[in-house]
Each structure stands twice: as C-alpha cells, then as structure tokens.
C-alpha cells in the first residue's frame, strides 16, 4: 500500500502523486491511512484506482 496517499482539494480524486493532481493539478491534502470503517464508500473508486495507479507507476518509475 502507498504510504503517501493524499486527496486532491478541488477533484477529491485519491492520489499518491508529489505535490499536485493528477487530473486537474490542483493542491492535494496529505490524508491519513485509509481506515476502512469512515473510507466504505470511497472503496469501490479507491482499489481499481490504485490498482491502475500502482501499475502505471511500476511501469514507468522501475
Ligand atoms: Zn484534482
């Protein structure tokens, strides 16, 4: 699991990027590890997201 994870402020996209958004490169805001009880709702978006996300950057970055 991505120990940086973060939400974009503007979009609300789940992100693990530096600074800014991936889809609308807005400010993102450093958010604590996904605790599964408060993040339910977001976890249908949230697996395949990253899922995607994880192998995109293992592709590019390794
Ligand atoms: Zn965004």
Redesign the pocket.
Known sequence: MPSRLKR??????Y?IAEDK??????SLEKIAPPRFSLEDKYQQFRIPYFKEKMKNKFNILD
Request: overall charge positive; glycine content about 8%.
């Open positions: 974009c402020m503007k979009c609300k996209q992100t958004c991936n889809f609308c490169g807005a």
